[in-house]
């Protein structure tokens, strides 16, 4: 019986070292869960705090975009609104640039024939004052020697 009480207190201890071994590492596994836990939470919440961060700034992205879209419509409606009246001017604008156009080559048109007349008259008078000379007699010129540049080409 003294083998079986001497060893029992060692088979005991040994029970209860075992059993505290077990115990102290469900512990350190627990900590260690426990710790990785927190750190998780952590992150968590940091991602949480960016995403609201993300989601403010998306909201006020949408807003602005909104707003730049209102006022593109505005911009449109008025660029609509405003076209008829703008392509009336320009129509407008065409009719009196074709109106000033034949004015021009109406004016041109009629200098030309008057240079072409004084070139005439110019060669009738020359062919008089031929004429006269050969029959003898002299004549003062009644056109003036210069001719204004009015008159001119």
């Not at 060893?7 to 260690?32: C, F, M």
């Not at 710790?35 to 993300?54: N, Y």
């Not at 992205?61 to 008025?78: K, S, T």
């Amino acid at each position: 019986h003294e083998e079986t009480t001497a060893s029992s207190p060692t088979a005991l201890e040994q029970q209860i070292y075992d059993e505290w071994s077990v115990v102290s590492a469900k512990r350190k596994h627990l900590s260690e869960a426990r710790a990785k836990l927190r750190q998780q939470q952590e992150r968590l919440s940091k991602d949480g705090e960016k995403l609201r961060i993300a989601k403010q700034q998306l909201q006020e992205d949408a807003e602005q975009v909104a707003l730049e879209r209102h006022q593109l419509q505005q911009q449109r409606q008025g660029l609509q609104r405003d076209a008829p009246m703008q392509e009336q001017e320009l129509d407008r604008l065409r009719g009196e640039r074709a109106r000033t156009g034949a004015m021009v080559e109406a004016i041109a048109l009629e200098r030309r024939k008057l240079c072409q007349e004084r070139l005439k008259a110019e060669d009738e008078l020359k062919q008089l004052q031929r004429e006269l000379e050969a029959s003898g007699h002299h004549l003062t010129p009644m056109m003036p020697d210069r001719v204004p540049d009015d008159f001119r080409n």
